[in-house]
């Protein structure tokens, strides 16, 4: 059930359901996590509860979805009671800055969630306070700022990543894992409504094609280029281990 925490918010974008549908796209993304998702997962950002439901299984015991948009929490919560996502998933309504209580977690993931968020690099060092030593902090989110396109101003981005501006957001505790791009035949799209079709909205029809025929080539594709082009950028970081007190020094012994 959702618990509360944190004021009333109401997410502007309307893209949630629309996206839902990209279940390759969802699949793929899990073929790129899954050694990450393991124990206790927080999802920032959860929305309708579509990632949940594409990426979680059997190799976590706990699965919170954070969301801010009380709305939006209630309809995860429905899906957990119609189970159509696994039982091992809760929605909490609030914010990183609100759930301290929860942690510590595994995982942290954040998916097409980070460019919404003004403060950045603040988000991610409350992220990386919510972490296990030795947990994982994932960030998908779309790439290249030259593509930014009335699209993402509609639904509320404040900006696009390169992989250097990603990887740049330097959080104390955090050590970079890996990184890559994915969706590279995606990327072709994009390019096509940044600079021709100039879309606020793709149709239910645009995002069948990419979901079906362009996510399938990228699946192929991604590896050819090594992962070095594509509409997405994908970081992973680790949490280090606190390093443990130095012991004080031996008292030396008085003699005579």
Request: glycine residues 8%.
């Amino acid at each position: 059930m959702s618990t509360s925490a944190g004021p009333d918010y109401t997410y502007v974008g309307s893209e949630l359901e629309l996206f839902g549908a990209a279940h390759r796209w969802k699949r793929y993304l899990r073929q790129q996590i899954r050694p990450y998702l393991k124990g206790r997962v927080l999802e920032v950002g959860a929305g309708l509860g579509a990632t949940a439901r594409a990426l979680s299984g059997a190799s976590e015991t706990e699965w919170v979805c954070l969301e801010p948009d009380p709305a939006l929490a209630s309809q995860v919560d429905e899906k957990i009671r119609a189970r159509e996502l696994p039982a091992h998933c809760r929605s909490v309504v609030g914010t990183t800055a609100t759930c301290a209580d929860l942690a510590p977690f595994d995982t942290v993931l954040y998916v097409d969630v980070l460019e919404h968020i003004q403060d950045d690099r603040s988000e991610l060092a409350r992220a990386c306070a919510l972490l296990a030593e030795g947990g994982h902090l994932i960030v998908l989110a779309p790439a290249h700022q030259w593509l930014y396109t009335p699209f993402d101003r509609a639904i509320g981005h404040h900006r696009r990543y390169s992989r250097r501006a990603l990887t740049g957001l330097d959080v104390p505790g955090l050590r970079l894992g890996d990184w890559r791009y994915l969706d590279s035949a995606g990327l072709l799209a994009s390019v096509g409504n940044r600079f021709f079709l100039r879309s606020r909205m793709p149709t239910p029809g645009q995002i069948r094609f990419w979901d079906s025929v362009l996510v399938r080539i990228s699946r192929f594709l991604d590896p050819v280029t090594r992962y070095r082009a594509g509409k997405s950028v994908m970081v992973v970081w680790e949490k280090a281990a606190s390093r443990p007190p130095l012991p004080p020094f031996p008292r030396a012994s008085r003699q005579g």
